[in-house]
């Protein structure tokens, strides 16, 4: 009978496990306990069981349906054995039971603030054997049902393993003998008595619960809203990430993580790696060196001029041939306009009684008080260059004029011209 009862538990518990679907938590467990129980009535007169009684475990295996409700089919064993002022008698007592599990801690809201303490609790019926052994052996057992409740507090020891400890209490229906099995249960108690539930036992265990599966986190320990705060985490960074990645500091089409020229000139074309077009390889930006060339004169032919004397530098200086260029909302002189600083520096080591005026100027986009502040502090850059350079700063004067309106606002390219620094000279 107990067999037959066994393996219709089985049954409906595998039932209730078919289709189960994909999780991002282990589900599967087994758990291992054993402890201290206590036997209550009934009893024949005379017959008392050990308080405490020892020798008593369990097994069973658990499976989480989410991380809130489970079932669980277990085994148990109980040695009752008689107390010292007891008349001797020992019992057998087996069990199985199918039960349904609520995880406690997760519908409390334990994992917002412990990720290591759970209670379960659990319930369910199962099938008992009774079979006394001492001072008569049975042939057969007494057969009844169950009925089980109790607590599981856990501790977690690491990803497959928890502490547990167990409180279960059970009660019996069709007890035909008392625990002890010295007489028929109808002459220890009433016939009213006998119906219902008319054997109880308690027991007390500590054991361990071991994990199975391949996620990092059983459904005792998971928590479903804080995975989806996680996920929610996860893409938000990533969406950061992206934001960065398409921040365009030159604002040359060419986002920063791609860009391998980060300070390219406003205006000139690039190419698809942020590179300022330079075919000829000199430095200056194609856009801009044929816009330099309808208005400046290029260094060859400056070179040129002053070797043959058809050209005075000075006058060259004077007109404007000569200037210093810088980037928008900058006083850092461009790579490319050194050479004209070193044109005025060579001219003033060349001529010791002459002096120089440095103006600098802006374009016309911003505020015309900033824009003066601005062009003053290029022409003061400038000459803290022809300093270091060797040059006397008694012989140099920095002053700002300002924003210069003499090309069109609109014109990105053409307002590369106006900022600037010029150069005067005097002897």
Same mark, same amino acid.
């Given at each position: 009978? !107990? ?29 291992? +306990? ?58 057998? &007592?087996?069990?199985?039971?199918? +039960?349904?599990? /609520? ?12 990720? &290591?303490?759970?209670? #379960? ?8 054997? $009774? ?14 049902? @169950?009925?089980?409740?109790? /607590? ?12 547990? =400890? ?9 007890? @035909?003998?008392?625990?002890? =099995?010295? !007489? ?73 993580? #791609? ?84 044109? #005025? ?5 060349? @001529? ?41 700063? @008694? ?31 005097? $002897?």
């Amino acid at each position: 009978m !107990m067999r037959k009862f066994t393996l219709c538990l089985l049954f409906v518990f595998g039932t209730l496990t078919v289709g189960a679907q994909e999780t991002n938590y282990n589900q599967w467990s087994i758990e291992l +306990q054993g402890g201290a129980h206590k036997a209550a009535t009934p009893f024949s007169p005379g017959y008392y069981a050990s308080t405490p009684s020892f020798w008593q475990g369990g097994l069973g295996v658990r499976y989480m349906f989410n991380e809130k409700f489970g079932a669980k089919l277990d085994f148990g064993y109980n040695s009752i054995e008689s107390d010292d002022n007891s008349m001797p008698f020992k019992t057998e &007592y087996y069990r199985a039971n199918l +039960q349904g599990v /609520i995880n406690l801690g997760s519908i409390l809201g334990f994992r917002e603030w412990c990720d &290591y303490v759970n209670v #379960l609790i659990h319930g369910g019926f199962g099938y008992s054997a $009774n079979k006394p052994k001492e001072p008569i052996e049975f042939d057969s057992a007494d057969n009844m049902l @169950n009925i089980m409740a109790g /607590i599981t507090p856990q501790l977690r020891l690491g990803k497959s393993i928890a502490l547990t =400890g167990d409180l279960s209490i059970l009660g019996h229906v069709r007890h @035909n003998t008392p625990w002890d =099995g010295a !007489m028929p249960l109808d002459q220890v108690v009433s016939d009213n008595q006998t119906r219902g539930l008319n054997g109880y036992m308690v027991n007390a265990s500590v054991g361990i619960t071991l994990y199975l599966g391949q996620h990092d986190k059983h459904a005792d320990w998971y928590s479903e809203e804080q995975a989806i705060y996680s996920q929610l985490d996860s893409l938000d960074e990533r969406l950061s990430k992206v934001e960065t990645d398409l921040i365009d500091t030159d604002q040359d089409g060419v986002p920063d993580y #791609l860009d391998r020229e980060p300070n390219t000139i406003s205006g000139v074309a690039v190419d698809t790696k942020g590179r300022a077009i330079d075919a000829n390889n000199n430095g200056i930006p194609d856009e801009m060196e044929s816009a330099l060339d309808e208005r400046y004169a290029k260094k060859a032919a400056l070179d040129q001029a002053a070797q043959s004397g058809s050209l005075n530098i000075k006058e060259l200086i004077d007109s404007g041939y000569v200037n210093v260029y810088f980037r928008f909302n900058s006083d850092q002189p461009e790579t490319y306009s050194l050479q004209a600083v070193n044109y #005025l520096i060579t001219y003033m080591k060349q @001529n010791p009684g002459a002096q120089a005026e440095l103006i600098g100027f802006a374009d016309e986009i911003g505020n015309a008080q900033y824009n003066a502040q601005l062009s003053e502090s290029r022409a003061n850059k400038v000459k803290e260059l022809m300093v270091a350079a060797g040059i006397d700063g @008694n012989r140099l004067t920095a002053r700002g004029g300002g924003e210069d309106d003499s090309v069109n606002r609109d014109s990105a390219q053409a307002r590369q011209l106006v900022r600037r620094v010029t150069f005067r000279l005097s $002897n």
